[in-house]
């Protein structure tokens, strides 16, 4: 029997929030389900609803607004969880201003510096305001199109199902990349003091400790980097991996995992990876990046997203063929005005995902 319409939605919702965490169960119904069931009573609700062409025409609407509540409800979260350690996300209503502000804490510290001098007890002591700070993020419209081929709906290759998932990830890929951009320019900004910039064309343990210590003075740091540069974050001699230098736990944990999920003391946090299209050449995040951010700092990447999703569809193909379109407001923006973010960038790792190619010799070539 088919839920009703609270009921859909509500289950749309639980599945979007269960996605975020799929190890835990979530209350639905007053039923404690895991994910799989949450995601597999869905798709089979959406089959009921748009199972054959009428049952689409008759019940597209609710599909849309299905979608559209299902974003919103996951897309904040969503990127909160993949970047709120270095990411500032706020939501507003359409038309209001995407302003932030930067923390009067922080803005003057970095004033006071300047003014902290040794004085008498009887001296004339300098003042400087407590003041802060505040910009508006830019905003931009993305958009983006699943089509469904007319024969492909009937014979059930393609469902609404298949649709609704791809509208999902599709929004979170665009935050992804567009956090990719900023954080590049991010590394590039004269507002990061230039002893807290190394680059090199391999990792150098001495300059990574280096800036390390620096992140250190404004607070312990945290180490964002993708798995390509957190797998060459280990000890090196000769320009090979130094296994001598490990302990047996740090062997275990490198060959399990790839990488250290600590160094030295600090957390690294591995950024996700993902491509720009289907040809697997081109890689979102630049792997030559690495962050060094203090914990408790002022977070450099500020997300805004405005209004409400809207879905629609395009269906005078000739072909028949129809287009689901979605559209989201959205404006990802840097900001740095805390001293102690560090960047390390090591020019071996490339954006571009380049095969090497090995002759029968054993020689190896580029790709």
């Known amino acids: 029997m088919a839920l009703e319409r609270n009921q859909l939605m509500a289950l749309a919702k639980a599945t979007a929030k269960a996605s975020l965490n799929p190890s835990v169960a979530f209350s639905f119904e007053d039923k404690k389900l895991t994910f799989e069931a949450l995601n597999e009573t869905l798709h089979k609700e959406l089959v009921e609803l748009a199972g054959t062409y009428a049952l689409y025409r008759e019940n597209k609407n609710t599909i849309f607004r299905l979608i559209e509540e299902s974003i919103d409800e996951i897309l904040p979260a969503k990127v909160m969880q993949n970047y709120g350690q270095f990411a500032e996300i706020k939501t507003y209503a ?3 201003k995407p302003v932030f502000r930067i923390r009067v804490s922080e803005f003057s510290k970095k004033r006071a510096k300047t003014f902290v001098t040794r004085v008498g007890l009887a001296g004339r002591y300098e003042t400087f305001m407590l003041d802060g700070l505040t910009f508006e993020v830019p905003m931009a419209a993305y958009g983006g199109a699943a089509r469904i081929g007319f024969e492909e709906f009937l014979d059930g290759h393609i469902t609404m199902a298949d649709v609704y998932d791809l509208v999902l990830e599709g929004l979170d890929e665009v935050v992804y990349k567009e ?9 590039t900004s004269t507002d990061i003091p230039t002893p807290n910039k190394v680059t090199g064309t391999a990792w150098d343990e001495v300059e990574f400790d280096r800036v390390l210590a620096t992140a250190d003075v404004y607070g312990k740091a945290t180490i964002y980097c993708t798995y390509e540069f957190a797998a060459t974050m280990v000890p090196v001699t000769g320009g090979s991996i ?6 047996d736990s740090m062997k275990e944990s490198y060959w399990n995992n790839g990488t250290f999920g600590n160094y030295k003391g600090h957390t690294v946090v591995v950024l996700p990876q993902s491509f720009e299209d289907a040809t697997n050449t081109t890689k979102v995040m630049d792997p030559a990046y690495c962050f060094i951010i203090p914990t408790g700092a002022e977070k450099p990447v500020k997300i805004a997203l405005e209004g409400a999703t809207a879905v629609r569809e395009v269906d005078n193909n000739d072909d028949w063929s129809r287009d689901i379109q979605t559209y989201k407001k959205m404006g990802v923006a840097v900001y740095n005005i805390n001293p102690g973010l560090c960047v390390y960038k090591n020019t071996s790792l ?3 995902n380049t095969p090497k190619v090995w002759s029968q010799q054993g020689q190896q070539d580029d790709g």
């Open 94 to 96: 359409q038309g209001d």
């Open 179 to 187: 956090i990719a951009k900023a954080l590049v320019t991010l590394s």
């Open 242 to 247: 130094n296994y001598g230098a490990m302990s």
């Open 350 to 352: 490339k954006k571009a």
